[in-house]
């Protein structure tokens, strides 16, 4: 079955400094991994997604992550935070067989001044 | 992008009614629709998986009758919780993935929310 962790329930940053949010996943074939963000009180908005193309993913607002299949890794970074950034970011894997995404259990990003 | 729209975004009731909750795709052909609760501070829950035509597919520990699902048309499904109580008070959102997407990988897009408190 698939799975994925969450390193990370709380990352604190400053505005400016680079942002890391790590994620492991476990899968018994090639997964496809997606990260998404929410805002409070708001649904969840696609940030970027891996499907066995590139290992480096690009997508938006200056995130990235990279798919690091020995490491069963695939962590999300930012070169600097903009207070914006500030919200719930959640990593998840697509189950295939079971037709569902599996979430982690989030991460709150904090960016202080 | 593709849109996803859920209506109402807040909703207000009594103990004892039943609450209706839209969820549309605006641009897009959605075969499968996803309903899911999020507790503050949680993850999301997956409630149930629907395909347009056909019964909905909960998941373990979801009632099917309290929570009725109706995914009538490609673009819309209706979450119905009947009977509401004080602790169906959650936040439900929708996801929409999209028809016509061989293989995998299929992005599944999700509506804002909407929120519901029953007093």
């Not at chain 1, 990235?64 to 020995?70: C, N, R, T, V």
């Not at chain 2, 979450?79 to 993935?97: G, K, M």
Request: aromatic share 12%.
């Amino acid at each position: 079955a698939q799975s994925v962790t969450q390193l990370d329930s709380h990352v604190s940053v400053s505005e400016g400094t680079p942002v890391l949010l790590r994620c492991n996943y476990s899968s018994s074939y090639s997964p496809s991994l997606f990260w998404y963000v929410q805002h409070p009180n708001k649904g969840l908005q696609l940030l970027l997604k891996y499907t066995s193309a590139a290992t480096l993913v690009k997508g938006i607002n200056g995130f990235e992550a990279e798919f690091k299949k020995s490491e069963t890794s695939f962590h999300l970074t930012k070169p600097s935070a903009h207070m914006s950034d500030a919200a719930e970011y959640f990593c998840v894997v697509s189950d295939l067989w079971l037709n569902k995404l599996i979430f982690g259990a989030g991460t709150r990003l904090a960016v202080h001044p | 992008g593709a849109v996803v729209s859920q209506h109402p975004s807040w909703v207000i009731c009594k103990s004892g009614t039943s609450v209706k909750i839209e969820c549309r795709s605006l641009d897009f052909q959605a075969t499968t629709m996803f309903w899911y609760r999020q507790f503050p501070k949680q993850s999301l829950m997956l409630m149930a998986t629907s395909n347009e035509g056909s019964k909905a597919t909960y998941e373990q520990g979801v009632e099917k009758d309290k929570f009725l699902i109706n995914h009538a048309s490609l673009t819309l499904s209706t979450l119905t919780v009947t009977s509401a109580h004080p602790e169906d008070s959650s936040f439900y959102i929708c996801s929409a993935r999209e028809k016509g997407l061989a293989g995998f990988g299929e992005t599944q897009y999700f509506g804002p929310g909407t929120r519901l408190l029953v007093l």
